[in-house]
């Protein structure tokens, strides 16, 4: 009982400093721990805890440098789309990562084996229906050590769904990320006589994006050619 009534007289006196004649006094900030510097919560944590756990924290890759965003924009065959793509394939210096319907454009198999003689790591991924085109470049390319996938739907699925992505990813064109991607298939029709669209999007976030669901993509898919025989 002593106690209690010293613990309710430590109260009003307390009360009674934050207040004068009737006027609120704002009472001394709240710390977390008793004694602890002015610093604590700049300089000093509490172990264990991070400002933001769920999201994990992505590493720039050494060879990527920030860049502004920037888009621009092709349709065909009113803009020299194909010209743009194959200027993006010759100054690419590290990887292209590709998921394209159709792939049966000369020029633009000849850059992606220029691309492989300059080391340029290549990874595609098409629809099988692109293997039932008599002028596809598929075993061309393959031949020229580029990995190849081929889009396998589940087996419910079969018949009806498509590997229909029209989209390329340029790692470092000296030192930028690009992001292709439109409506533009691998064609000569698309180049000639289609009315079509591509757009360059530079955009580091953009561009991760991409390049996450080109890894899903390869997982929904089976390795074509010699070298998944090998």
């Not at 590493?59 to 194909?82: A, L």
């Not at 229909?164 to 030192?175: D, I, Q, R, T, Y």
């Not at 064609?187 to 757009?199: I, R």
């Amino acid at each position: 009982m002593i106690w209690y009534l010293y613990l309710l007289l430590l109260f009003q006196m307390s009360e009674a400093k934050w207040c004068s004649f009737g006027q609120a006094v704002q009472p001394p900030p709240f710390e977390v721990a008793f004694g602890a510097p002015n610093s604590f919560g700049r300089t000093h944590f509490i172990v264990g805890y991070s400002e933001d756990s769920s999201i994990p924290a992505l590493d720039e890759p050494e060879y990527r440098v920030k860049q502004q965003t920037s888009i621009r924009t092709f349709f065909s065959p009113d803009d020299d789309v194909r010209a743009e793509l194959v200027k993006l394939i010759d100054r690419e210096q590290r990887a292209i990562h590709a998921a394209v319907y159709i792939i049966t454009e000369p020029e633009i198999a000849k850059a992606i084996t220029r691309a492989r003689k300059r080391n340029v790591l290549v990874e595609l991924v098409t629809d099988v229906g692109c293997l039932k085109e008599k002028a596809n470049k598929v075993s061309m390319l393959c031949d020229t050590g580029c990995k190849l996938f081929v889009y396998n739907p589940p087996a419910i699925n079969r018949g009806s769904s498509l590997m229909h992505h029209k989209f390329a990813l340029f790692s470092s064109n000296n030192g930028l990320s690009y992001v292709w991607t439109g409506s533009y298939n691998f064609t000569k029709a698309a180049s000639k006589t289609n009315q079509e669209n591509a757009v360059i999007i530079s955009d580091n976030k953009t561009f991760d994006q991409f390049m996450y669901q080109f890894k899903r993509l390869k997982e929904r898919s089976y390795r074509y050619g010699r070298a998944a025989r090998a």
